[in-house]
T-cell receptor, first 111, second 114 residues
Framework: GQQVMQIPQYQHVQEGEDFTTYCNSS?????IQWYKQRPGGHPVFLIQ?????EVKKQKRLTFQFGEAKKNSSLHITATQTTDVGTYFC???????????FGEGTQLTVNP | DGGITQSPKYLFRKEGQNVTLSCEQN?????MYWYRQDPGQGLRLIYY???????QKGDIAEGYSVSREKKESFPLTVTSAQKNPTAFYLC?????????????FGEGSWLTVV
């Protein structure tokens, strides 16, 4: 079955440093979504990428979808303590109604 | 996120007991999902439903059961057959009208077996 892998599993940074998490799928994806889960909270949708090579920005966050639509990345510039949480990527499964989530990257930011 | 209500938020269960987690959504979404999350881990799909009176097993369905008698409701029963039920349970819903629509999550239910 489809697998979605994320690296790294954990990342500790000093406030102001950059952060990147990578997502790789075993199959070509029609789209990829990113979610953020704050400690003790629930996942919240951040963005969806659909087109090959697509790049989208949300303030300090930059999302990329690979040319082959099998990988994606999330880059945060100049991290802040509010960026703390776990970032998940997710792709549609063989049944379009379900999403397969990566295992997430847990980000901690030291002030 | 708004529109999905899970209850209770915290639940303690004795070994050998069944427990039912409630999930209600007022978003008029077609599909509903149950995920399990263990501390520091990702989301694993337990069951999902695309239409009333129909549901499919996810990746870790053993020891769980669901029903979908109404579009807005998708309760999850954790049975005594589930050997390690202590976890964070997340209900979610999605509109099937367009491919790749966002999944919206409830605030989750913490289940602890004592």
């Amino acid at each position: 079955g489809q697998q979605v892998m994320q690296i790294p599993q954990y990342q500790h940074v000093q406030e102001g440093e950059d952060f990147t998490t990578y997502c790789n799928s075993s199959t070509t994806l029609s789209n990829i979504q990113w979610y953020k889960q704050r400690p003790g909270g629930h996942p919240v949708f951040l963005i969806q990428l659909v087109k090959s090579g697509e790049v989208k920005k949300q303030k300090r966050l930059t999302f990329q979808f690979g040319e082959a639509k099998k990988n994606s990345s999330l880059h945060i510039t100049a991290t802040q303590t509010t960026d703390v949480g776990t970032y998940f990527c997710a792709g549609p499964g063989t049944s379009g109604s379900r999403l397969t989530f990566g295992e997430g990257t847990q980000l901690t930011v030291n002030p | 996120d708004g529109g999905i209500t899970q209850s209770p938020k915290y639940l303690f269960r004795k070994e050998g007991q069944n427990v039912t987690l409630s999930c209600e959504q007022n978003l008029n979404h077609d599909a509903m999902y149950w995920y399990r999350q263990d501390p520091g881990q990702g989301l694993r799909l337990i069951y999902y439903s695309q239409i009333v009176n129909d549901f499919q097993k996810g990746d870790i369905a053993e020891g769980y059961s669901v029903s979908r008698e109404k579009k807005e409701s998708f309760p999850l029963t954790v049975t005594s057959a589930q050997k390690n039920p202590t976890a964070f349970y997340l209900c979610a819903s999605k509109n099937l009208g367009a491919a790749g629509n966002t999944i919206y999550f409830g605030e989750g239910s913490w289940l602890t077996v004592v």
